[in-house]
């Protein structure tokens, strides 16, 4: 029963052969009766692949999966072959523990089909198999008396009590056999839950059970609310298969009511395996209705306010493959497992965990053994505490079919990536007690720890993202350092450096001077003009700050640097920082410098980038002058720093004398400051200048013609102006 709708979709097409008997098999396979497809096919020496590929899989459904293995072999080397065949040979491969074959065919799997979601996802991780038999002391299982010889699984939590599904029967009872394994029907079964996490004193739960199969169930946290799968009882689909479909009851008034149907059963599809929120208002369950990724798919649905059942949503690649997902299960801390043969495993249904947080999934991964084994592993649950649960396996070594297993957690689960790293000074030494902030790539404080005493520290994040880190300690200046968590290592190792603070010290701060925001990877080279050597070179971090520690100086020291600060994008500044050291503590060079960066972008002004200061020429003239020319010489050095930038050096006026006077003159006046500066450029066509006259006053002072301007000195002083407007860059 746990794999009837997988089973389900497994039916080929039915191929009408001349022999009787491989008719009758077909038949028979699409009847689930996998048993009679042995009998009537296994001794056949000249079958088609067809035949042959549906004998396989009833090997593999029967657990000979030896037999499946040998038949699969023959069958990836036929001429008709599909890659189909070679996904379900790498599986059986698998659950005979051939893990190194099951992987060359899972390479010849992702020739045929490199865009299939598995592929992806067997390609990411071609290592799993090594870390997945690395017992990692998280689970301590064992198989449960409980157990029959038939099948027994789905263990869910209701109250204070389990109920779980079996298809034990009674000695000499009389009782009805499922086609597909040949065992009875399953029932519900309810027992209670002794101390050492044993099922004992059960009973079947005649309310639920009929004639077919009921189960597995699942119960909302206060016991008031029960979903469970059973046979379609009513009707059977087109092709004649009677598919799963799931049941409602409630608990009112010391009875259950009248079991209402699943709003989105349908007789064309199977829906079963539920799992239900704590306050029974979300479902999670199981169905190959159409429109999924392939397979059987796990669906979402939230009841509406009139009490029925919404839209289903398909949990997509988050959770499902182009393979089967089965057997959700959602734990009240948002913890949620689930079962899969589309994802890396180790067998067949292999048990996967990840968290849902705001209705998000964590990275989704494989629990590993001694959970998960070579064969069928599913039905994971976990008790309101974490501490103990139960999972089903056809495993070897049990007492039957499929086995119901208990397990005390011995670890928490954890999800994501991990950022960690240790915490010491410039000289390697350990810094324990230090307090490290956990920051998004904004600034905003996430988490924050104190390192234990060996200076280590670690935070759990979330893949994908970028991250800040802040080390903060008495008597030592803050380090910071940045991190991410894009690729694919688990772990990511950052160590925050911080320097100890010997009372004198230099801070900057480089900011951009648009935006204000602190300026990353700045180039900091600081010279002392009194040796002409380099004092320092360093390069901003996210923060934008630097510090040097000025552990030679001391009071009464005078301070003589020359500072350059280079970034791609931005405009090279330097600056000379002159300072006398009257006070101990921390010396902020941004308090008496400008040390905010300009961004070179096509329409900067590099006059207000650099301070230029007023062009003058005597008046009506336009010869430049010495002053001028000082100034001019800055823009020359910033073209000669920028060979591959094009400037438009335009001058104004403001608008006392006449307009054709003043753009003339403002003409003349930019043509002969450009004309200044091609002399000292290369290519000297990278500047033109262009007269604006009063064409474009900044204020309102206009006074021509019959306007008359009341604009004081100052104000049309704003008018004058030189501009170097840039036009392009490399």
């Not at 799963?244 to 079991?259: I, Y």
């Not at 798919?297 to 289903?312: L, M």
Request: net charge neutral; proline share 2%; charged share 30%.
């Amino acid at each position: 029963m746990k794999k009837i709708i997988l089973i389900a979709l497994s039916a080929l097409p039915i191929v009408i052969f001349s022999q009787a008997s491989v008719k009758k098999a077909n038949q028979h396979y699409n009847n689930y009766s996998y048993s009679k497809v042995v009998e009537k096919l296994e001794d056949k020496n000249q079958i088609n692949t067809d035949a042959e590929r549906k004998l396989a899989e009833s090997y593999k459904i029967l657990g000979y999966y030896s037999k499946s293995e040998a038949l699969y072999a023959k069958i990836v080397s036929a001429p008709d072959k599909k890659a189909e065949d070679v996904l379900a040979y790498a599986q059986v491969l698998r659950m005979n523990s051939k893990y190194t074959e099951a992987q060359k065919q899972m390479d010849n799997y992702s020739i045929m089909f490199e865009d299939d979601f598995r592929v992806k996802l067997y390609k990411s991780n071609k290592t799993y198999v090594v870390d997945l038999l690395k017992d990692k002391g998280q689970f301590e299982i064992k198989n449960l008396e409980v157990n029959s010889p038939e099948q027994d699984f789905g263990a869910v939590y209701y109250k204070d009590q389990v109920v779980y599904a079996s298809s034990k029967h009674d000695i000499n009872a009389a009782f009805r056999r499922w086609n597909g394994n040949n065992l009875p029907y399953l029932d519900l079964y309810i027992g209670k839950i002794d101390d050492k996490n044993e099922i004992i004193s059960t009973e079947k739960l005649s309310n639920l059970n009929k004639k077919f199969h009921e189960g597995p169930a699942s119960y909302s946290k206060d016991g008031s609310v029960v979903l469970y799968t059973q046979d379609n009882y009513k009707s059977k689909s087109a092709d004649g298969v009677r598919k799963l479909e799931m049941m409602e009851a409630r608990f009112k008034d010391g009875k259950w009511s009248d079991k209402i149907a699943f709003t989105l059963n349908n007789k064309e599809y199977s829906v079963g395996h539920p799992s239900l929120s704590v306050d029974g208002n979300t479902l999670y369950f199981s169905s190959d209705m159409p429109g999924g990724k392939g397979g059987v798919d796990i669906y979402k649905t939230v009841r509406k306010s009139d009490g029925t059942w919404g839209v289903a949503e398909n949990l997509g690649d988050n959770i499902n493959t182009e393979g089967n997902e089965m057997f959700p299960f959602l734990h009240e801390s948002g913890l949620f497992f689930f079962s899969s043969d589309g994802r890396p495993g180790l067998g067949g249904l292999d048990i996967f965990a990840t968290q849902i947080t705001n209705n998000q999934f964590s990275k989704v991964f494989n629990v590993g053994v001694p959970v998960n084994s070579s064969k069928d592993d599913f039905t994971f649950v976990l008790n309101s505490e974490k501490t103990k649960g139960f999972f089903a396996s056809n495993r070897e070594g049990g007492k039957g079919n499929d086995d119901l297993y208990g397990f005390n957690l011995l670890k928490p689960f954890q999800f994501g990536k991990a950022i960690k790293g240790t915490v010491k000074d410039k000289a390697g030494v350990i810094l324990a007690d230090t307090k490290v902030e956990l920051k998004d790539k904004n600034g905003n404080i996430l988490k924050s720890v104190v390192t234990n005493s060996e200076g280590a520290y670690s935070f759990d994040v979330e893949e994908d993202k970028e991250f800040e880190l802040s080390g903060a300690k008495d008597t030592y200046f803050d380090g910071k350092s940045s991190a991410n968590t894009f690729g694919e290592a688990e772990v990511v190792v950052v160590d925050v450096i911080l320097e100890k603070n010997p009372g004198l010290s230099l801070y900057a701060l480089i900011m951009d001077a648009g935006t204000k925001n602190p300026l990353e990877g700045v180039k900091i080279t600081i010279v002392d003009n009194a040796t002409g050597k380099i004092v320092d070179e360093f390069s901003t971090p996210v923060s934008g700050d630097y510090r040097k520690s000025l552990a030679e100086n001391k009071l009464g020291d005078q301070l003589n640097y020359s500072l350059k600060l280079e970034r791609d994008g931005y405009l090279t500044k330097s600056v000379i920082f002159n300072y006398k050291i009257t006070q101990p503590g921390e010396i902020k060079m941004q308090e008496a410098l400008d040390l905010t960066m300009s961004k070179l972008e096509v329409g900067g002004d590099l006059a207000k980038m650099i301070d230029i200061k007023p062009i003058y020429f005597d008046l009506g003239k336009y010869k430049i002058r010495k002053d001028a020319a000082v100034e001019l010489d800055k823009i020359v050095k910033i073209m000669n720093e920028y060979p591959d930038m094009v400037v438009e050096l335009g001058s104004h006026t403001d608008c006392r004398a006449s307009a054709v006077f003043n753009e003339k003159l403002s003409d003349n006046r930019a043509k002969a400051s450009a004309a200044y500066i091609q002399k000292s450029i290369s290519n000297p066509s990278r500047i033109y200048g262009k007269g604006y006259g009063e064409s474009k006053l900044k204020n309102g002072c206009a006074c021509e013609g019959e306007v008359k301007s009341t604009c004081t000195e100052e104000e049309h002083q704003q008018n004058r102006r030189t501009e170097f407007i840039i036009i392009k860059l490399k």
